[in-house]
Every structure is written in structure tokens, then in C-alpha cells.
T-cell receptor
Framework: QKEVEQNSGPLSVPEGAIASLNCTYSDRGSQSFFWYRQYSGKSPELIMSIYSNGDKEDGRFTAQLNKASQYVSLLIRDSQPSDSATYLCAVPLDNRLAFGKGNQVVVIP | NAGVMQNPRHLVRRRGQEARLRCSPMKGHSHVYWYRQLPEEGLKFMVYLQKENIIDESGMPKERFSAEFPKEGPSILRIQQVVRGDSAAYFC????????????FGQGTRLTVV
């Protein structure tokens, strides 16, 4: 099993809809989880951190963590064209931050 | 409080030349990480450094690549005798502690080998 998996292909959502992204991880001992947003040709930007089971909301973003099932998700409410980007899930592993391959989100006006 | 600073932003090298990429972490951050990203691919870990120490270089090729983070000055990623396959975006990130704390990325250096 890969360390951090994001399996969904590109996600197209209408403007104003909810975009839902999922991520699973292999290390049961992981305690910290991060979502980064990366625009094409730009560097990753940290948008959410979550450490405890349950939901964490920040503006239009909600991160959901379920340690028992080893998954973390990101919801983007009221999606805007400016949300069109690749979203990377990241989990600390040994001495590094392991990244998933990312999910591309395209918000259609 | 300036963010993570990387320079140069773009670097063109001919095959066989050396590339030196610099990274100054955020103020108060003593942990630096280098990643490489090929077009349409994910971020690949290369090396993790603290001041004057290499903590983990398991992601860095054994040949031609080296990294340092001296007591004074920026972290340096050095690629000797570059080849076309080294063309990529190289990102540096810094954090105040280990990876269980939030880490922030610089703007990256786009290396093109011609």
C-alpha cells in the first residue's frame, strides 16, 4: 500500500457546488495531517492542518479526519473558479512529509 | 516576516555544468526540506536538514547531488554534472520543528538543462 493515496481523477464541479477530496494513509501512528493547494506552475500552499478526529472548518474549507479508518478528507463549499488547482494531502512519515499525487479540481463557472 | 526564500527562480544549465539552488527558511525555522517535482507528477522528498546536520538524505540520488545547511547562510542544494533528467522544479520547505508541525514552501527553482 502506498504511504499516502489520493486515487480520484480530475474533479470537475460547477461553481457554487461542494468539492469533496479523499486521502488515505498507511501509517496508523500518524498524528498530523495537512492539505496543500498548488496552482499550476506555483508552489504548494498550506491551507489546512488537522490533528484530531472529527471536522475542522476554516472559511469554505472543512477537513475531516478518521484515524480508525485512516482517511482524511477535504470539502470545499461554495466552490469558486479560483479554487481550480491541485490539492495535495500530506502526512508526516519518518523524517519527511509524504505527499499524495494530488487531486486536480476544476471549477466550472 | 518573510516567507521561505528560494533563488534563483529559474536556472538554465548546459549538460555537465553545476547547479546551485539556495533556500533561506522562514525566520525562526531551523528545519529545511528539499523536494523535486517533475511536470504532472507529485512531490518527491529528497533531503531533510537541520543547521549543520543532514538528518535524512534517503530521497537524494547518491551520485552528483549534495545538500548542506551551514550555521550561517542559506541551505544549498548542489547538483554536479547536470543531465537533462535533472530538469524539474525544486522546492524547499521549512518548519519550526519536525514534520508534525506546519511546513511552508518557497516559490521553487525551475531548473532547465539544455
Amino acid at each position: 500500500q502506498k504511504e499516502v493515496e489520493q486515487n480520484s481523477g480530475p474533479l470537475s464541479v460547477p461553481e457554487g457546488a461542494i468539492a469533496s477530496l479523499n486521502c488515505t494513509y498507511s501509517d496508523r501512528g500518524s498524528q498530523s495531517f495537512f492539505w496543500y493547494r498548488q496552482y499550476s506552475g506555483k508552489s504548494p500552499e498550506l491551507i489546512m492542518s488537522i490533528y484530531s478526529n472529527g471536522d475542522k472548518e476554516d472559511g469554505r474549507f472543512t477537513a475531516q479526519l478518521n484515524k480508525a479508518s485512516q482517511y482524511v478528507s477535504l470539502l470545499i463549499r461554495d466552490s469558486q473558479p479560483s479554487d481550480s488547482a491541485t490539492y495535495l494531502c500530506a502526512v508526516p512519515l519518518d523524517n519527511r512529509l509524504a505527499f499524495g499525487k494530488g487531486n486536480q479540481v476544476v471549477v466550472i463557472p | 516576516n518573510a516567507g521561505v526564500m528560494q533563488n534563483p527562480r529559474h536556472l538554465v544549465r548546459r549538460r555537465g555544468q553545476e547547479a546551485r539552488l539556495r533556500c533561506s527558511p522562514m525566520k525562526g525555522h531551523s528545519h529545511v526540506y528539499w523536494y523535486r517535482q517533475l511536470p504532472e507528477e507529485g512531490l518527491k522528498f529528497m533531503v531533510y536538514l537541520q543547521k549543520e546536520n543532514i538528518i535524512d538524505e534517503s530521497g537524494m540520488p547518491k551520485e552528483r547531488f549534495s545538500a548542506e545547511f551551514p550555521k550561517e547562510g542559506p541551505s544549498i542544494l548542489r547538483i554536479q554534472q547536470v543531465v537533462r533528467g535533472d530538469s524539474a522544479a525544486y522546492f524547499c520547505a521549512s518548519s519550526p520543528g519536525q514534520w508534525n508541525t506546519e511546513a511552508f514552501f518557497g516559490q521553487g527553482t525551475r531548473l532547465t538543462v539544455v
